[in-house]
């Protein structure tokens, strides 16, 4: 991909990936697109520019915003890193004052302080699922991030999978090679909800005494090191994770018990975007059909209803279970994180 270089990490984010994105032809040459609002799209091509912070791997991200940017002529600089060291950034950007983004694509928005986004309108906002709109209009979800088990399917066999989480109590075989992402406080959540806190603390607190679980740092590396047989059973994952693992060749699947619990991977504006209405035209373009196809091609499940899973059946496996939607705030997600660790401190 032309136009590709790579950046000096700074302020603690590791592998941070910057992309210029070139010009493009001229709209006239493009087909119809809903999400090309001709006012907005005036507006942001007056800008130029957009940055984006994502935590979404470069080889999704740079074509999907390659699309953006054919469709727009507006160049693109993608900084990609994971959840966590991404949420630290933005945080110390906007107390220094810092206009340094303008679209952030994570599974957190939902936890970033409503004062640090734009509340925005997007006219491909009434296409998606209603659970996928934040009520403040400070973000709406771009994919479904559905919640559960994979195993390598090399090292572990369909008929000795769980079928609830009190069975992993007794598997034993599956000591230290079972891992978790150690900010996994929304599926605790879940849990919680699921069976109540008495029952919900004494299955994890026998999960954690019996298998010694690994805790990971970021969810798309557990998903490749389930795949390549480092654990041989991901407790819990963002599905999509697993599933693009798999599309690629890994030997990983994925299995639904109760409960499911349901994020999304969120878009949002930043209140100082440098580029404020190139920012909400990429915004409507990720709510999009075209999108939201493109990433379906990657295992990411669609928030819109004219747009099919990919593999098909997922979804629907999904949502035979007890889906639970598991947004938490700031506040709430503090909670739950001090619950987490402390459930899953090894004694």
Do not use: C
Request: charged content about 20%; proline content about 7%.
């Amino acid at each position: 991909m032309g136009g590709v270089r790579s950046a000096v990490a700074r302020l603690g984010v590791p592998a941070t990936l910057v992309v210029a994105l070139g010009a493009a032809p001229a709209i006239g040459q493009i087909p119809e697109r809903p999400w090309l609002d001709p006012t907005l799209l005036a507006a942001a091509q007056k800008e130029g520019a957009l940055v984006v912070y994502s935590s979404m791997n470069e080889q999704e991200g740079l074509p999907l915003f390659k699309i953006f940017t054919e469709a727009t002529g507006i160049k693109v600089s993608y900084v990609r890193a994971a959840d966590t060291p991404l949420m630290g950034r933005i945080a110390i950007e906007y107390r220094t004052k810092q206009k340094a983004w303008d679209l952030l694509q994570t599974t957190t928005i939902n936890k970033v302080p409503p004062a640090m986004l734009e509340q925005i309108d997007l006219s491909e906002a009434k296409h998606i699922s209603p659970d996928a709109r934040d009520p403040g209009r400070r973000w709406y979800g771009a994919y479904a991030n559905y919640n559960a088990p994979a195993y390598n399917t090399k090292l572990v066999q369909p008929s000795d999978l769980p079928k609830t989480y009190e069975e992993f109590i007794s598997r034993k075989q599956w000591v230290n090679r079972v891992a978790i992402d150690g900010t996994d406080n929304e599926w605790l959540k879940a849990m919680f909800d699921h069976y109540g806190e008495r029952r919900a603390t004494e299955i994890v607190k026998g999960i954690v005494t019996t298998l010694k679980p690994i805790l990971t740092d970021g969810h798309l590396a557990m998903a490749r090191a389930t795949g390549a047989g480092e654990y041989a059973i991901s407790l819990n994952n963002y599905v999509n994770l697993s599933i693009n693992v798999k599309l690629s060749g890994g030997p990983i699947d994925v299995w639904a018990m109760d409960p499911v619990a349901l994020m999304f991977g969120q878009v949002g504006v930043s209140a100082l975007a440098p580029n404020p209405n190139a920012a909400r035209l990429a915004a409507n373009f990720m709510l999009s059909q075209e999108s939201q196809q493109f990433l379906a091609k990657f295992g990411r499940f669609p928030t819109r209803g004219d747009v099919s899973d990919n593999p098909p059946g997922i979804s629907a496996m999904m949502k035979k279970q007890k889906v639970i939607p598991a947004i938490l705030t700031p506040e709430e997600e503090k909670i739950w994180q001090r619950k987490f660790t402390e459930l899953f401190r090894q004694r």
